[in-house]
């Protein structure tokens, strides 16, 4: 994908991309294996080609942040969590919607991600199903379950 996709994007009221100096903020989801990385680390990943990070945030703090990789035809959430230290309700359905927004305006069909055994039951209830065989990462050390939503 060509130029910087952040510059075709319109976000909606209460999001923004994660800047440099917001790594100082509190934030942690309160999962042992998503909490091993912390912003400092999502900033690095927001300076790949493609990769994403956005933030939800409710009266100046962060009450969600999502990562996500777009590709030709298809976006990769990376990662997804609300702020166990703010706990506001629907804000992981607001940073999951905000990938299908994206989806919608640049007109990709598809959203993939691999799911935390903890949340495959989240994610079906907004429309995701598994698409390939769960499987051990390694590096994490827990299964996963390939899961993907068509966005039309
Ligand atoms: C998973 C996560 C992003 C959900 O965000 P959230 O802001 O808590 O969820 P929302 O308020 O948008 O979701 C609302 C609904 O989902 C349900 N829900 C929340 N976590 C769930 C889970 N792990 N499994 C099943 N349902 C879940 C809630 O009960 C609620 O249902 P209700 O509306 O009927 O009361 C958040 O719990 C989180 O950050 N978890 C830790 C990190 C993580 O596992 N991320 C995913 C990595 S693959």
């Known amino acids: 994908m060509s130029g910087d996709v952040r510059s075709r994007l319109a976000l909606p009221e209460g999001f923004r991309f994660l800047r ?28 790949l080609p493609n990769d994403l990070v956005v933030l939800y945030e409710i009266d100046v703090r962060i009450a969600g942040i999502i990562e ?3 590709n030709l035809d298809h976006i990769v959430v990376d990662m997804v969590g609300s702020n166990a ?25 598809e959203i993939r991600l691999d799911s935390l055994d903890d949340v495959v039951s989240w994610y079906r209830l907004s ?13 994490l050390g827990c299964w996963l379950t390939p899961m993907k939503k068509l966005i039309r």
């Open 20 to 47: 440099e100096g917001d790594i100082g903020q509190a934030f942690r989801t309160g999962n042992e294996i998503m909490d091993r990385y912390v912003l400092r680390d999502y900033h690095r990943w927001s300076l």
């Open 68 to 70: 996500m990789r777009i």
């Open 85 to 109: 230290l703010v706990q506001a309700a629907g804000v992981g359905t607001k940073l999951m919607s905000l990938a299908e927004n994206f989806a919608k305006q640049l007109a990709i069909g």
């Open 127 to 139: 429309g995701y199903a598994q698409y390939a065989d769960r499987y051990y990462d390694a590096e």
